[in-house]
């Protein structure tokens, strides 16, 4: 399994932008399709995003499509999501996570997880 260290999120105004990162190690990175999925209090996980192994294909939930980005850098073994017009509701924990290959909006195909980064968006 590879590991993933989510960089810190933070609080932001609604209508602000955050970047998070995802930072791996461990197994080769550029095998691995990296997904984002969130979780609010009192609600399941959820998928946000996700992007394939090479960053040649991506997948967005509806609710962040064109807000959010998903990205990958993999000679520094990190992927990322940028996040733009941000609302109260996409106030959650956010995780990444990783599985060999190819994108899946299923939390439970993903084998590695990271620690989760609370995001808290202020009206």
């Known amino acids: 399994q590879v590991q993933l260290v989510e960089s810190r999120g933070g609080l932001v105004q609604a209508g602000g932008s955050l970047r998070l990162s995802c930072a791996a190690s461990?197994?080769?990175?550029?095998?691995?399709?990296v997904g984002w999925f969130r979780q609010a209090p009192g609600k399941e996980r959820e998928f946000v995003a996700a992007i394939n192994w090479g960053g040649g294909g991506t997948d967005y939930a509806d609710f962040v499509k064109g807000r959010f980005t998903i990205s990958r850098e993999n000679a520094k073994n990190t992927a990322y999501l940028q996040m733009n017009s941000l609302k109260p509701e996409d106030t959650a924990v956010y995780y990444c996570a990783a599985r060999p290959w190819a994108r899946s909006s299923r939390p439970g195909d993903f084998g590695s997880w990271g620690q989760g980064t609370q995001v808290t968006v202020s009206s």
């Open positions: 461990g197994r080769t990175f550029s095998n691995y399709a």
